[in-house]
């Protein structure tokens, strides 16, 4: 057995296996499950609702975006740039989106990949680089706003620079599995 | 956002106007609009039941476990925090519950343990290191499960979608690890607070 398929092994276990434990967990603490998965899920239901405006602000921007033929002359411009980093010029907008908001890099994602096959190395990358993501910027605002710290001092480069390395594993991640 | 919306949008039509792709950019407002409404739709269901699920993890005390068994950590990446000082229970707390996707129980905790930081912070108005740390932590988006990436993925014709999960930690888990190593370092290199104590050596 070769790791890759180690790790689709592993990839397929770990959300039924964590599933069963909350499960076992919580009956054997007496814990209502069904009356608590359905208070959860009611919050589900908004948090999917209150996404809608956000989602097509950015799907509708994008797609005008790749359209009209700016992602393309974008591409070709850096191109050679990118070709060298393996990093597909439809990735570009979610590199930069998925620090500054989550649902605009959500709506990145779906846009990428309803334009790609859904199998191919653009859309797993994309996946891999969402999942992977938090949008720094609003993090530091809710967490320092909420206590008054003004300075962030090196917050801020901190949370960029991780973002910068995420973005290059995520490249050669994607490449090791499914380049 | 405001600008990088506005920018987005009036570079498309700008395009389109130029390249003579002005009939395409208007039907994509409608395509982008029809792909959203697709997209709500399958989030819809994944939302539904992970927050569910999450929702009983968060009752069987199954966050109070993990977090218990992190303390230790907590204690040795904050050091400048009491070691019997709640601040890090709420830290290791604030973790676990992002580990897990639960950010709607994550901000809080997390803020709590910024309060109790702010309480013995030197310069209220400025991060002291802790924060920092702490803020490393949350924007390198450790998650287990990227449950809503699942979700799209499956919706959208994707045999296998949970084969992202293992790749997707590698990457959340050598940017979280860095995240901090870059705040500690960080922490040597940049001037220290005005108020503060600490020693600076450069």
């Known amino acids: ?179 | 956002m405001n600008y990088i919306w506005y920018f987005l949008i009036v570079i498309s039509i700008i395009f389109g106007a130029v390249n003579g792709t002005i009939d395409q950019v208007a039907r994509a407002i409608f395509l982008g609009c029809e792909l959203t409404v697709k997209i709500v739709l399958t989030l819809i269901g994944i939302m539904t039941f992970w927050l569910g699920i999450m929702k009983i993890a968060e009752k069987s005390g199954i966050v109070e476990f993990l977090s218990k068994l992190l303390k230790p950590i907590a204690k040795v990446i904050f050091p400048e925090i009491p070691k019997d000082s709640p601040i890090i229970g709420d830290v290791a707390m604030n973790f676990t519950a992002n580990a897990l996707g639960l950010a709607n129980a994550a901000t809080p905790i997390g803020i709590k343990a910024m309060e109790g930081m702010q309480e013995i912070n030197k310069d209220k108005e400025s991060a002291s290191n802790s924060m920092c740390t702490l803020l490393a932590m949350n924007t390198a988006g450790f998650q287990l499960i990227p449950a809503t990436v699942i979700a799209i993925l499956a919706a959208n014709g994707c045999e296998n979608p949970t084969q992202i999960i293992v790749p997707t930690l590698i990457v959340t888990g050598t940017a979280f690890i860095s995240a901090i190593l870059i705040a500690k370092l960080f922490s040597k290199i940049f001037p220290p607070q005005q108020n503060s104590e600490a020693k600076y050596d450069n």
Request: proline share 3%.
């Open chain 1, 1 to 179: 057995m070769t790791i890759k398929t180690i790790i689709d092994i592993v990839s397929l276990w770990t959300l039924p296996t964590i599933i069963l434990i909350i499960l076992t967990t919580a009956i054997i603490r007496k814990i209502p499950i069904y009356e608590t998965f359905i208070e959860g899920a009611k919050d589900g239901v908004k948090v999917s609702i209150n996404i809608i405006p956000y989602l097509a602000a950015i799907i509708v921007a994008i797609s005008m975006l790749r359209a009209s033929g700016a992602i393309d002359s974008l591409a070709n411009l850096l191109s050679p740039i990118l070709n060298k980093l393996s990093m597909p010029a439809d990735i570009l907008p979610l590199a930069i989106v998925r620090s500054l908001s989550g649902s605009a890099a959500l709506g990145v994602f779906s846009d990428i990949i309803s334009t790609h096959d859904i199998n191919s190395y653009v859309s797993k990358l994309a996946a891999i680089m969402l999942g992977s993501s938090e949008t720094t910027f609003y993090v530091l605002t809710v967490y320092f706003g909420a206590v008054g710290i003004k300075k962030y001092r090196y917050a801020l480069l901190t949370g960029l620079s991780a973002d910068f390395i995420g973005i290059a594993m995520a490249i050669i991640v994607t490449r090791f599995f499914f380049g």
